[in-house]
């Protein structure tokens, strides 16, 4: 190559059509990627304040929960309690036990199922020191005629050493039908003289009340649900008592964090149910009571209302790529000419080229042009270069 010719010089007004677009084509991007960046932002604000909503439903649904089964559970109480220290009732059972009196024991089982009736109890016994049924006003059923079920054993003889009311977690009367619930207060008679000694059961349904207020859910919601969980000897109590325990220090349940002191109690929490799904929920012990109230929703589901709620973003970032896209179309366009002033311009291309010529030492022709500007000799004739003097 020859040392003299000169060396092409493009201004940016001369720049390729593929750099030019690579130029569009970098900041097209870039913009598109910040105003996506931008709109997933405010989709995790929408999904924030979905939670936060759901947080509130979930604090509010537990405290109502948790308030009505502890006022449902002392009003049995109560009820219970006037039957343990009736003078009325122990005067007729100790009647019916010391002379054999029937119209005694009658009378008795009238007042008992008087009182069931009045209280919405599914039904009432009396039962001995081993459980053992004395009386009874559904005598047909045979699940409660030859005593009461073996998990009340120990609930009455602790009746019968504290002389207080006692209440039983859910339990199943039936081993043939273990989906089948009860719950029983245990009250005894107190105003019986040694050595009578007798309990009265008042068996409840759960159906009737309990369940219904567990399933009651307010809004839209698949998976909102409020569950009973008690804490036994051997472990965290599956919901309503139809799943085996669960050991409360070898998992990591929600309830059993929160029974363990490591999570606090009415606060809503992200965590694992008994079931092993994904929850927010809430932990609150009932009061006077074995049980812990956990209402909680699947985590899924506060993901997808958020996502069906977040309409308005989808439309923004579509309608943000197409403006932006039509924008940068229309830009690279007119790109070309917005570049002039940046980089020497054409006059100062051909003063570059013809530099070697100033002096007058050689002679111009046809290879002495720069490839790709205007030539010396108009740069010449606008003035670009000055008149070349006598060689030295």
Known sequence: MDRDAPTPVFGAFDRPPTARRLWASWRYWLTLAAFSLLM?????GVYWQQRVEESVRLLAVSRLQATQIGQWLADNRRKADFASSSQLYADLFQAW??????????????????????????????????????????AADGVWGQGVPEVLHSLVHRALAEGGVLESDLFSPDAQQPTRRALAVLAPLK??????????VFVHDPETYLFPLLRAWPGQSESGESILLSQGAQGLQGPYGRQAPVPLAQTEVLAAKVLRGEWPTDTVLWGQDIKGRQVLGVVRPVADSRWHLVSKVDHTEVLMHSLAQAYWVYATLLAGWLVITLVFFVYAGKAPGRFRARGPGPAAGAAACLEPFAGGGRQLDRRDFCQGSPGPLP????GGLPEPGPHP
């Open 191 to 200: 105003r019986l003289t040694s050595p009578h000694q007798a309990v009265v």
């Open 97 to 138: 036990q010391t002379r054999g009196d029937t119209a005694s024991r009658d009378r008795l089982l009238a007042r008992l199922s008087e009182l069931r009736r009045a209280h919405g109890h599914q039904r009432v016994l009396l039962v001995d020191a081993q459980g053992q049924v004395l009386l009874t006003d559904d």
């Open 40 to 44: 997933l932002a405010a989709l995790g």
């Open 379 to 382: 740069a010449l004739q606008q």
